[in-house]
């Protein structure tokens, strides 16, 4: 079963600094990987997500992760903290023989200083 | 396009009675998963259902829990006898066929067991 860890439970960012959210997976096999996003009180949105393509992905609100196979880490950065970026974010990835299986980290809390 | 819904928003109940979740989802979606959140943990898979089908319950609690996705109708989860470990947000997501890895969520059930 896969396993993922996202290093930090909480961050905290100045409006207008890097963003930066660790996360790294157990497979040895790339599968597919994912980073959501959850408002307070609200669903899980998908920031982007990595499917053998390209290894830096680029996602919504100018989000990018990059995908490491040697490092097994698919980290999430945005150059540039926004107020409305302060969030809960979750790092998960599909189970190699099971692709509708997601595992999720257990999360990271951004807030962001203005 | 409507999202995946999820109803009721928050459910509290007493040890012993039973919960129902309902889950709806998005148009054009034959797919459902529900996911179980505890406390300072991410989402943990429980089950994954097409119209009428249980396709894998590996996640599921063996004894209280059932999950059904009728051919009319919302998907439900349904916990009888509800203890206070049950105490969690319940996430149902949806995704298209042919496309299980890439799920949306809903809001959540938020269930209060007292």
């Known amino acids: 079963a896969q396993s993922v860890t996202q290093l930090g439970s909480h961050v905290s960012v100045s409006e207008g600094a890097l963003v930066l959210l660790r996360c790294n997976y157990s497979s040895s096999v790339p599968p597919y990987l994912f980073w959501y996003v959850q408002y307070p009180n609200q669903g899980l949105q998908l920031l982007l997500k990595?499917?053998?393509?390209?290894?830096l992905v680029k996602g919504i609100n100018g989000f990018e992760a990059e995908f490491k196979k040697s490092e097994t880490s698919f980290h999430l950065t945005k150059p540039s903290a926004h107020m409305s970026d302060a969030a809960e974010y979750f790092c998960?990835?599909?189970?190699?023989?099971?692709?509708?299986?997601?595992?999720f980290g257990a999360g990271t809390t951004v807030t962001v200083r203005a | 396009n409507a999202g995946v819904m999820q109803n009721p928003r928050h459910l509290v109940r007493r040890r012993g009675q039973e919960a129902r979740l309902r889950c709806s989802p998005m148009?054009?979606?034959?797919?459902v998963y529900w996911y179980r959140q505890l406390p300072e943990e991410g989402l943990k898979f429980m089950v994954y259902l097409q119209k009428e089908n249980i396709i894998d319950e590996s996640g599921m609690p063996k004894e209280r829990f059932s999950a059904e996705f009728p051919k009319e109708g919302p998907s439900i989860l349904r916990i009888q006898q509800v203890v206070r470990g049950d105490s969690a947000a319940y996430f149902c997501a949806s995704s298209p066929s042919g496309v299980t890895y890439e799920q949306y969520f809903g809001p959540g059930t938020r269930l209060t067991v007292t």
């Open positions: 990595y499917t053998s393509a390209a290894t």
């Open positions: 998960a990835v599909s189970d190699e023989s099971n692709d509708y299986k997601l595992s």
């Open positions: 148009k054009g979606h034959s797919h």
